[in-house]
């Protein structure tokens, strides 16, 4: 978590957002870019907006169904501090009208789960692009 | 109630968690009606619907076949806490993924998680459950789809 330079570049901070440990360790141990450098893991979006504040991350993923806030909301948040922030929406929720809203508050990318490591990667290189 | 092409939905919604999250197909037995509470297995987790729909969606599975579904997503952690969190996701996801088809009305609670062989599961009165049998490798467990 040092500010080491990745082949001479700036890494990008990573936050990951979900509340399931087992999905906040799968997209860290899946993701395979080396200039992704992981700040910190959120359970829900109170925690990630403290995480937020701290690590001044350039790229989160985010969860939207989860307890005290949900993604939606903290998306708007983030956003709001941070409008450079890339946004990586991963969510079971299906329905187009919440993919819709999701990128209206400011989101950069939307992911369903279940996901392969392969659609992962894919996400976050258009998100890095 | 579930119409035919509803319950299709959640079976299509177990179909493909099994095939992408554990790369290993199940095979989805016929659906059945049942009254009352059905019995479960020894991790449920819970789904609460609410809007245009309300009733419950879980999915309970036995602790062999979690240990193995974990072991293919490549976790290596295996305690109680990490088999809630798995039960959890599952009925998360299957029921998130409905959304496709109900669309954004069709609102989902986080999920909750049981415990044990006779957890007291949220059922309500008069409504009868759909009861989609799930076998994935030598493993048998259930999705159950109570709904308005």
């Known amino acids: 978590m040092g500010n080491a330079t990745v082949n001479g570049k700036r890494p990008f901070k990573l936050l990951i957002v979900d509340d399931s440990n087992i999905m906040r360790r799968r997209i860290e141990r ?9 700040v910190g893991t959120a359970g829900n979006g109170f925690e990630a907006l403290e995480l937020f504040k701290k690590t001044d991350p350039d790229v989160v993923t985010m969860d939207l169904t989860m307890p005290r806030m949900d993604g939606i909301e903290c998306i708007s948040k983030l956003v709001a501090l941070k409008p450079a922030v ?4 991963i969510s079971a929720l299906a329905d187009k009208a919440t993919a819709v809203e999701a990128m209206e508050k400011g989101a950069n990318g939307f992911l369903n789960k279940p996901f392969t490591d392969r659609q992962l990667n894919e996400a976050i290189a258009e998100l890095m692009r | 109630m579930l119409y ?14 099994f095939e992408v999250a554990a790369q290993h197909p199940a095979s989805i037995g016929s ?9 479960v297995h020894e991790y449920t987790g819970v789904i609460n619907i ?14 062999a076949m979690l240990t193995v ?3 293919k997503m490549q976790e290596n952690d295996f305690s109680h806490e990490t088999m809630k969190d798995l039960v959890g996701e599952v009925a998360n996801t299957i029921s998130g993924n409905a959304r496709r088809d109900f669309g954004r009305d069709f609102v989902i609670s986080v999920p909750s998680v049981l415990s044990g062989e006779k957890p ?18 030598s493993h048998s467990a259930k999705l159950v789809v109570s709904l308005t």
């Open chain 1, 30 to 38: 899946s993701q395979q870019f080396e200039e992704l450098q992981l």
């Open chain 1, 86 to 89: 890339r946004i990586l929406v």
């Open chain 2, 4 to 17: 035919e092409q509803e319950l299709k939905t959640f079976v299509e919604g177990t179909t493909n968690f």
């Open chain 2, 31 to 39: 659906p059945y009606l049942m009254e009352g509470s059905p019995s």
């Open chain 2, 50 to 63: 609410s809007g245009k729909r309300e009733g419950v969606v879980y999915f309970t599975a036995p602790k």
């Open chain 2, 69 to 71: 579904l974990l072991m």
């Open chain 2, 120 to 137: 007291a599961l949220p059922q309500r009165p008069g409504l009868r459950s759909f009861i989609i049998p799930i076998n994935w490798r």
